[in-house]
């Protein structure tokens, strides 16, 4: 169980959000989201002096060995502020990765360096079927002597084009395994992809005949683990997202004057305001208590977190693209200008609502995790 | 009215017309907002051949043809997907300026707009008059034989091609909100008018804002009686709307123009009972507004006009949202990408943006119900704090 206390979270939410508040306005998100790079290696130096890139890694290897609880409210405020970063990629999609497959000496050297902010790493997990799933894993590999080498295709893969390290799932003859590849290994194509969420890095990524390095012995079930903790930490940054752009609109309602009245006066305005607090609401309760059944299970609970985190993935996956989509028309023409943030937010949902699984995907696990 | 061509040889006339003349290659190259001189060429033809306005008699190069007989022109240039035709009821700045422009106005403006000759676009909106679009500040004031105009609108479609601008001007400021308004055809290429683009969510910029400084607009411009502004803005909204409720801009890659269901089969996915149900659902908006205005239409025939000429807009808007929806969502993790290499997921997004300009263009969609409760079902109007209030003393946002 979550070891810190409830005014320790709250000083990590604080310290995040004044972080954001300094250092990730708006302004910052449209310069970043225009840079080859998508984020600002300075923040990066930041969100690592806050101990976030290591936040769910384990003191052994220099993290501050929290878990999803935290990591949940941390996400809350990165995705309220739009934070364009490989955080969710580096430190948390492949340190979950390799903190579940528990190779050792790989941990050492590996989670030590994404803790301490030097290398960033992302996880190649599924092929152009875009589904997250052990079925959509096109790369696969082959013995070659004492040698592993891949070949096949990884797509829509996080943040590969600032990787140092990349962690892929790949089809051997006995299963699935994780494999280790230096970016910059021979063999190696990254393809940058053009997003429709400015803020994310997509890349397609080739692999030929690439010598890669095995990574423990666990396959799929560590691929699973990691997109729980993704998940989780996915949902927090939806809540948190869907929260300020709801917030955002429901102010612009008091203060946006027609017919000689705030236009919040009109029923229709109100009406999808308070639809929208439901979904708000949901989405924030939703991804808290995912975190809160990881965390359980974490600690050898038995209560499945399946249901939580699924039930979360797609309520707020669900809650983010409703309260965006709606915040637009409750605006009228000004959130159709690429100068107001609505579409930035929108974009964000949109995309958000795809990563790691669409909502459809997400219902059926829910309903399975049930027991139908 | 009397039927002097039988249906069956319109129709033959409309289409060895159309085979004879049509060269669609020679058309391309034009965009929303502005011509060239192909589609000008064309246009022409078009209007001299009758075509243009069959409904209006010879003298506005019509051939006073009865309604139904106007839609089987139209019915024939849409079969080839050739434009210009039946511009007598969609035309909105044609049809405004035949109802309410005098004489001078007419002959001066309604040819070159039919052609192509002359573009236009639609003044209405300021920063704070959107919906309430009675609350304009836009000032015009009659010096001599002209009016000098001061103000700003905004959100204003094309107005960088723009020749003249349909605008809603305030010309008693002692009047209540609606009765101080006139509307013009404003010149749009003089110093006083400044046109500022705006980047749109798509990425795009066809609107624009425009700043307007002591511009001059002769008094002939002047559409309806001064103070009568507001009864002229209403027979053109309602043009525009009816516009809008035919449909939208499809997708922007030409390369994608897929229909819903062979992007399903594309996906693999034409099997998938889930999807199914949803692809009935969404197809089935767009068959029943099609089946709702095929019906209006028929009634107005009669010469009843129908509740349903209301519905178009706010229907279309659900119509379009609702397919990028599914576009996207059968897209799946490729609605990630966009740009002219993934075209397919360019439009998806692209489609479930510029779905907002139905439902928010043209007066949004809670506006459009406000008028279908109270204009077609006859429910009591919301109480309206500044409607008979001198304008001097309305409240600003
Ligand atoms: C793509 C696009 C193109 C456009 N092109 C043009 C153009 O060429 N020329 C032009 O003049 N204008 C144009 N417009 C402007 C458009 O007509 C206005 O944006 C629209 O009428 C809404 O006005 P607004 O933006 O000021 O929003 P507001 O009026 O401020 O509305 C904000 C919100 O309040 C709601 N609301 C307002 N009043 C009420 C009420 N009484 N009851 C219930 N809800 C209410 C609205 O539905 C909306 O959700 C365009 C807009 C777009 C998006």
Redesign the interface.
């Known amino acids: 169980m979550s070891q810190t206390t409830t005014e320790e979270r709250n000083a990590i939410q604080a310290s995040v959000r004044s972080l954001m508040e300094d250092r990730n306005t708006e302004a910052d998100v449209r310069r970043v989201m225009e840079t080859a790079e998508g984020h600002d290696p300075a923040v990066w130096q930041q969100l690592v002096e806050l101990g976030l890139t290591g936040l769910v890694i384990a003191p052994e290897f220099g993290g501050a060995g929290l878990g999803p609880v935290e990591l949940e409210l941390v996400m809350e405020e990165t995705g309220a502020a739009l934070l364009a970063s490989p955080l969710l990629s580096s430190s948390v999609l492949a340190a979950g990765l390799l903190t579940a497959a528990g190779d050792a000496a790989v941990n050492k050297r590996l989670l030590s360096a994404i803790a301490a902010g030097k290398t960033i790493a992302t996880v190649a997990m ?1 092929g152009d ?3 997250w799933t052990a079925d959509g894993v096109a790369v696969s590999a082959r013995a070659d002597g004492d040698k592993w080498l891949l070949d096949g295709r990884a ?2 893969v996080t943040h590969a084009q600032l990787a140092d390290v990349l962690l892929v799932l790949a089809r051997t003859p006995a299963g699935i395994r994780i494999f280790e590849v230096a970016a910059k290994a021979a063999g190696v194509t990254i393809s940058p ?5 400015r803020t ?1 890095r ?1 890349a397609r990524i080739d692999f030929a005949g690439v010598a890669a390095m095995p990574v423990g012995t666990a396959g799929w079930p560590a691929a699973e683990a990691a997109l729980q903790l993704v998940l989780v930490a996915l949902a927090g940054e939806q809540a948190g997202g869907a929260r300020r752009m709801f917030e955002k609109t429901v102010d612009y309602a008091k ?9 919040g006066s ?1 029923q ?2 109100k009406h999808m305001a308070a639809d929208l607090l439901i979904e708000v609401e949901s989405a924030t309760s939703a991804a808290r208590a995912a975190a809160t059944a990881l965390d359980a299970a974490g600690e050898g609970s038995n209560e499945p977190a399946d249901a939580a985190i699924h039930l979360a993935a797609f309520a707020c996956a669900d809650a983010y693209t409703t309260v965006t ?1 709606t915040a ?2 409750m605006h ?2 000004i ?6 943030s ?2 930035l937010y ?1 974009r964000r949902a ?2 958000q609502a ?2 790691f699984g ?1 909502p ?1 995907y997400h219902r059926e696990r829910f309903l399975t995790a049930l027991g139908a | 009215m009397t039927t002097e061509i039988s249906d069956d040889a319109l129709r033959a006339e409309v289409r060895a017309w159309l085979k004879a003349n049509y060269r669609p290659e020679e058309l391309r190259g034009a965009t929303l907002w502005s011509s060239t001189p192909e589609t000008r060429a064309w246009l022409t033809k078009v209007l001299e051949a009758g075509w243009a306005t069959p409904r209006w008699p010879a003298e506005w190069w019509g051939r006073s043809l009865p309604e139904h007989q106007a839609r089987i022109v139209e019915r024939e240039f849409a079969a080839v997907k050739a434009p210009g035709a039946g511009q007598d009821r969609g035309n909105l700045y044609a049809n405004t300026a035949m109802a309410y422009g005098n004489d001078a106005l007419k002959a001066h403006f309604v040819r070159g707009i039919l052609t192509g000759e002359i573009n236009m676009c639609l003044l209405y ?1 300021e920063p ?5 679009l009675a ?1 304009i500040r836009t000032r015009a004031e009659l010096k001599g034989d002209n009016y000098i105009v001061n103000g700003q609108k ?2 204003t479609s094309g107005a960088m091609t723009a020749d003249y601008g349909m605008l809603i001007a305030r010309t008693d400021w002692d009047a209540p909100k609606h009765g101080g308004i006139s509307f013009f055809f404003l010149p749009m290429k003089q110093p006083g008018v400044e046109v500022r683009p ?4 798509t ?1 795009e910029s066809h ?1 624009n804002e425009v700043f307007i400084t002591d511009a001059v607009c002769p008094v002939d411009n002047r559409l309806g009686a001064e103070g009568a502004g507001w009864r002229v803005l209403q027979t053109a909204l309602a043009y525009e709307r009816s516009v809008m409720g035919d449909g939208a801009r499809g997708p922007r890659n030409a390369s994608a123009k897929v229909s819903l269901i062979d992007l399903a089969r594309d996906a693999g996915k034409l099997n998938d009972p ?1 999807l199914r149900q949803d692809l009935a659902r969404v197809i089935a908006y767009r068959r029943l507004n099609d089946l709702n205005n095929a019906r209006a239409k028929a009634d107005l025939k009669e010469g009843t006009s129908s509740p349903i000429m209301s519905l178009g807009k706010l229907a279309m808007s659900r119509i379009l ?1 609702e397919e990028a929806r599914l576009r ?2 059968m897209l ?8 002219k ?2 075209p397919v ?1 360019d439009d998806a ?1 692209f489609l ?2 510029n779905a ?2 139905t ?3 043209g007066g ?3 506006i459009q ?2 008028i279908i409760g109270e204009r077609v079902l006859g429910l009591p109007k ?1 109480p ?3 409607r008979d209030v001198p304008f001097r003393e ?4």
Not at chain 2, 198 to 201: D, F, H, I, M, N
Not at chain 2, 332 to 339: K, M, N, Q, R, T
Not at chain 2, 394 to 397: K, M, Q, S
């Open positions: 599924t079927a875009g589904t797509n829509y992809l053009p997003t429709f969420d994310l997509l203060t946006r004057i027609q017919f000689g009245r705030a236009i009109f229709a305005i989509a637009v028309q009228g023409g959130a159709f200008t690429w100068e107001h609505a579409h929108l949109r995309a795809q990563l669409a459809a | 909106s704070g008059a959107g919906s309430d609350g905004v959100w705006l980047r749109q969510v990425d609107f889930v949202h996207t969502s799946g993790a490729a609605s990630l990408l966009e740009g290499d993934f997921s997004n479930s943006l907002y300009f439902s928010i263009g949004t969609d809670q119900r406000n919301e309206e704090v500044d309305v409240r600003a946002g």
